[in-house]
Structures are given as structure tokens and as C-alpha cells.
């Protein structure tokens, strides 16, 4: 009888195996569930294993670095946004990896000015298919049932737009990165707790993928304080935090 081999990460990487069986199963082409069956030695598959110890060992080559980012910036001036989430397209598309823009059309129209602006060629890499733009309002619209996320829609919606951005940009290792403010117009709806919820379930989005997102929220008289719990809940549910510079 075959000995069945184990496979387990030590402990301290416990909070980086988030979407571990989803990305394997995702390069594979295969049920998630069958990967965690593999893991548990339930059933043999080389390379199933094979490719579980190559995501361990990226995750462990990483040191403390997170494998995603999902940040945020308050802002008040467009001036600000643009500031921020310009750099962000950017860099994914000087790598030749793919960027995803939910965001309402005064944005997406300045956006495009500005990358233009700098020299980006938007119209061969829209028509590859490496840059991809949704109005936000119709992805919340998507994704809500009785004025909630419903997770399995939002990962469907968002999952299919990343699986497609990835194809293109024709890397061996290709990354997206996701601008999105559909959160936003959640709380400018005065809907905090479904704004929280679709941040939560972009964490999930983020390490099953290993995408980057960037979100912005509108500062207002609404939301903001520092003591504020929902304030506090869109806050945890980011790596990082950007408030008002310029």
C-alpha cells in the first residue's frame, strides 16, 4: 500500500493560505474541493501536489509581504482619486498585466484622459482586453439580493472578469489590478453594512485570484470619523489606508 504523504505549511503561514485550494484549483483547471482532498490525503495526485508545494513554497519565498493588496483611499478632490488610482492602472499596465475599473463614468472618463495623458495606448490595450471598465452602479446592481451582496454573485461577477483580464494579458504569471468604488456608492446609499460585507468578500476575491484592488470611498459628512464603527469596519477590511492628500 502506498504511503500517503501529507502536505502542511508551518504554522506562521496560516494567515497567507486564505484561497490556497481555489488558486491551485483555478491553475489547474479543477474542483477546489478535490484540491483539499488531495491536501488531506483523501486522494493522490501528483500533480495536484505538485502544484499545492509550488503555491506553499511562492507564499513562504514571499517573508512578510502579503501576496495581495486590498487598499483604500478617502478622498475629497478628484484631484486626490485620480492621484491615486492613475499610479495603480499604471503600473499593471507597464507590466503587461490587466487592470479592471468599476467605477461611475465621470471617473472612467478621467482616468482614461489621464493614462492617455501619459502616454498609454487605452484603445489596443482595451481591444486585448487588458483593460476592462464596468459602471458601478450596474456591478452593485449585479450582485445585490434584499439589499445585501450575495457572495456567490459578486465572486461569479468578479471571478469571470479577472479569469478573462488574466487570459489576456498572456503571462506566464499574469496579476490584475482592481479599481472599484461600488463599496462607496453602497455607503452614499447609507447601506454601511452592505458595504462592509462586499469589502469582506473582496478579501476572499483577493486571495483566491492574487489580485491587487484599490478602493475609494467619498469623504462626506456621512462617514469619516475615526470613532465611527462602520468607519472602523471599511478600515479593517483593508491592507492599507489612504485619507485626504494633496
Known amino acids: ?5 501529507y502536505i502542511r505549511a508551518p504554522k506562521d503561514l496560516s494567515a497567507k493560505l486564505i484561497g490556497l485550494y481555489s488558486r491551485v484549483a483555478l491553475k489547474l483547471g479543477i474542483d477546489p474541493s478535490y484540491v483539499s482532498q488531495v ?5 493522490q495526485s501528483a500533480p495536484v501536489e505538485d502544484a499545492i508545494r509550488d503555491e506553499l513554497i511562492r507564499i513562504r519565498d ?19 482619486l485620480l492621484d491615486r488610482a492613475v499610479p495603480f492602472v499604471a503600473a499593471a499596465l507597464t507590466k503587461g ?11 472612467r472618463e478621467s482616468l482614461v484622459l489621464r493614462l492617455r495623458s501619459e502616454g498609454f495606448d487605452l484603445d489596443a490595450a482595451i481591444k486585448a482586453g487588458r483593460y476592462v471598465t464596468i459602471d458601478a452602479a450596474v456591478a452593485i446592481a449585479k450582485h445585490m439580493v434584499h439589499g445585501m451582496p450575495k457572495s456567490d454573485r459578486l465572486l461569479k461577477l468578479m471571478g469571470g472578469l479577472i479569469e478573462e483580464a488574466m487570459k489576456a494579458a498572456k503571462k506566464e504569471h499574469p496579476r490584475v489590478a482592481v479599481f472599484g468604488e461600488g463599496s462607496s456608492l453602497l455607503w452614499e446609499q447609507g447601506k454601511a453594512d452592505a458595504a462592509i ?3 469582506r468578500l473582496g478579501n476572499q476575491l483577493a486571495a483566491i485570484y492574487d489580485v491587487d484592488i484599490l478602493c475609494a470611498y467619498k469623504m462626506s459628512g456621512a462617514y469619516g470619523k475615526e470613532d465611527d464603527p462602520d468607519f ?11 485619507s485626504q492628500a494633496k
Not at 62 to 80: A, I, K, L
Not at 98 to 106: D, G, L, R
Not at 232 to 242: D, L
Open 1 to 5: 500500500m502506498k504511503k500517503v504523504t
Open 39 to 43: 491536501a488531506h490525503g483523501e486522494r
Open 62 to 80: 514571499q517573508g512578510t509581504e502579503t501576496p495581495y493588496r486590498h487598499e483604500v483611499q478617502f478622498y475629497s478632490d478628484d484631484v486626490v
Open 97 to 107: 498585466d490587466a487592470a479592471i475599473v468599476i467605477a461611475t463614468q465621470s471617473h
Open 197 to 199: 460585507r462586499s469589502e
Open 232 to 242: 472602523k469596519g471599511i478600515c479593517a477590511a483593508h491592507s492599507a489606508i489612504y
